[in-house]
């Protein structure tokens, strides 16, 4: 059972004004929850000015929480690097109902670390970062899940995997106004399903890992609504294989709806339409196509 570590405001009312936290103060209390062996960090409503980056690094069964998604705001100084720097080793992390405002990242990886597993971002806001957002390029994880988030205005991806990271989901998030909705830079046997991405510059893009070779990727990008991309809807990139795109609805692409390099993909009951370019654009390869 998770145990609080809970911040002295737990007991809000509408008349209590918010307040910022020191970030050390912060940083306290999640190094408290770690060594005790999991817990609960409580951050209350108020604008919490982040500057050297919160570190959460081998954490087991802890809970970094916000009381209210849109009032609890952790907020990116003008030089911050990242305003959450996620180590490894970690276990059952749960991060939910916070802002994340400005930064470079908002959430991002430490160096050289161990592997991870189980770790959710649920029910939190994403704005003004000057490169990608969730920005995971090197960290080695497995069972990651970004269920029900909202990433708007976002200079560079609105969530970025590495080629290390395998079985996750990013699954019923909005994206809005980011460089590439979503980037699998690598990943294997991930899924990106229900979500909203508008106004993007290409909503899903998968491109294949720099530094291993698979024969079989295995992601699945489903079920997604891609409207308004300035570029492609969905890019599968070279070198990549035997990914699955599957009943996605893309429209109002600037560039091609959908196009495919790589090879041995799975195109199954997409519905695209008003595509500057191609709704299907086969730039090289063998897929399996069917409309």
Same mark, same amino acid.
């Given at each position: 059972?998770?145990? #609080? ?11 209590? $004004?918010?307040?910022?936290? $020191?970030?050390?103060? *912060? ?64 276990? %059952? ?7 994340? @405002?400005?930064?470079?990242?908002? *959430? ?6 161990? =592997? #991870?597993?189980?770790?959710? *971002? ?14 995971? =390029?090197?960290?080695?994880?497995? %069972? ?5 988030? #909202?990433?708007?205005? /976002? ?15 990013? !699954? ?23 979500? @909203?991405? %508008? ?9 294949? %890992?720099?530094?291993? !070779? ?11 609504? /891609?409207? +308004?991309? !300035? ?21 109002? #692409? ?11 993909? !799975?195109?199954? +009951?997409?519905? *695209? ?12 390869? @063998? ?5």
């Amino acid at each position: 059972m998770l145990r #609080s570590a809970l911040l002295p405001c737990l007991f809000f009312s509408a008349a209590i $004004p918010l307040w910022a936290l $020191p970030e050390a103060e *912060i940083q306290r209390f999640i190094d408290e929850a770690i060594q005790a062996g999991g817990g609960e960090v409580v951050i209350p409503p108020g604008v919490h000015v982040i500057e050297k980056g919160l570190r959460l690094a081998e954490a087991k069964k802890l809970r970094l929480i916000g009381l209210d998604a849109e009032e609890c705001v952790l907020k990116g100084g003008k030089d911050t690097t990242e305003i959450l720097r996620l180590g490894g080793g970690c276990e %059952s992390v749960f991060i939910e109902k916070l802002t994340f @405002e400005g930064g470079k990242h908002a *959430i991002t990886e430490s160096d050289g670390t161990k =592997p #991870s597993s189980k770790i959710l *971002i649920g029910r939190c806001f994403f704005q003004n970062q000057a490169a990608a957002a969730v920005s995971l =390029p090197k960290a080695e994880i497995e %069972s990651l899940e970004i269920d029900q988030c #909202s990433f708007r205005d /976002i200079a560079g991806a609105g969530v970025l995997f590495g080629g290390q990271v395998s079985g996750s989901q990013i !699954t019923h998030n909005h994206f809005t106004r980011c460089q590439t909705g979503v980037a699998l830079d690598g990943p294997q046997k991930c899924l990106v399903a229900s979500n @909203e991405l %508008s106004d993007c510059g290409t909503g899903v893009r998968v491109s294949a %890992s720099s530094k291993k !070779t698979t024969d079989e990727q295995g992601n699945i990008v489903a079920l997604n609504g /891609i409207d +308004r991309s !300035t570029e492609n809807g969905i890019e599968i990139g070279k070198g990549t294989r035997s990914n699955s795109v599957i009943q996605n609805e893309i429209a109002a #692409s600037g560039g091609d709806g959908l196009r495919l390099s790589g090879d041995r993909h !799975t195109v199954q +009951r997409n519905q *695209i339409s008003k595509s500057g370019g191609k709704n299907i654009a086969v730039v090289e390869g @063998e897929h399996q196509i069917a409309e």
